[in-house]
T-cell receptor
Framework: RKEVEQDPGPFNVPEGATVAFNCTYS??????FFWYRQDCRKEPKLLMS???SGNEDGRFTAQLNRASQYISLLIRDSKLSDSATYLC???????????FGKGTKLSVKP | SAVISQKPSRDICQRGTSLTIQCQVD?????MFWYRQQPGQSLTLIAT?????????ESGFVIDKFPISRPNLTFSTLTVSNLSPEDSSIYLC????????FGSGTQLSVL
């Protein structure tokens, strides 16, 4: 089983749609969790951290379920500019050694 | 947030040669990292660049193939040596302040 697994997509949605991405991780000792966004041929950029209590940043909501080893990202009211690949990231140690999922590709259409 | 300048942004190299990639951070950082992202794949950590000591390599990566320098707290280089077409990939450096930030990447193509 891969350490971090994501549905590769692509998810093709119309503007204004709500879309959810899921991610599972295999190591129960994982400590920190993040969603990164990567545009085509660009470096990954931090979108948001993921906390057990769940957290929201504007149209984006992230959830963590430690018991199920499951992370989610919800995007509401999708914009064309949300089109990108979303990477689920898990750390095993307090710093560094981030484990990246392969990413889920999102394409928002007019 | 940290700003990381990485160069070159892309290069085309001949088989058997080497390429050195540089990363400059605009502030002092304790830890810098080098990642590889092969086409259609996730990022894979190559090594952690430690200031004042040898880099720490992940399983499957060795110093002879990927020598790393970290002369101070704002700079690091990664050399990909004895290039083969299988080394064609994007190489990314990163650093942690409160979060992990990335350089803009180096797209390497080996002919």
């Amino acid at each position: 089983r891969k350490e971090v697994e994501q549905d590769p997509g692509p998810f093709n949605v119309p503007e204004g749609a709500t879309v959810a991405f899921n991610c599972t991780y295999s190591n129960s000792a994982s400590q920190s969790f993040f969603w990164y966004r990567q545009d085509c041929r660009k470096e990954p950029k931090l979108l948001m951290s993921v906390y057990s209590s769940g957290n929201e940043d504007g149209r984006f909501t992230a959830q963590l379920n430690r018991a199920s080893q499951y992370i989610s990202l919800l995007i509401r009211d999708s914009k064309l500019s949300d089109s990108a690949t979303y990477l689920c990231v898990v750390t095993k140690r307090s710093q560094g050694n981030l484990i990246f999922g392969k990413g889920t590709k999102l394409s928002v259409k007019p | 947030s940290a700003v990381i300048s990485q160069k070159p942004s892309r290069d085309i190299c001949q088989r058997g040669t080497s390429l050195t990639i540089q990363c400059q951070v605009d502030s002092q950082v304790t830890m810098m990292f080098w990642y590889r992202q092969q086409p259609g794949q996730s990022l894979t950590l190559i090594a952690t660049a430690n200031q004042g000591s040898e880099a720490t390599y992940e399983s499957g990566f060795v110093i002879d193939k990927f020598p790393i320098s970290r002369p101070n707290l704002t700079f690091s280089t990664l050399t990909v040596s004895n290039l083969s077409p299988e080394d064609s990939s994007i190489y990314l450096c990163s650093a942690t302040t409160e979060k992990l930030f990335f350089g803009s990447g180096t797209q390497l193509s080996v002919l």
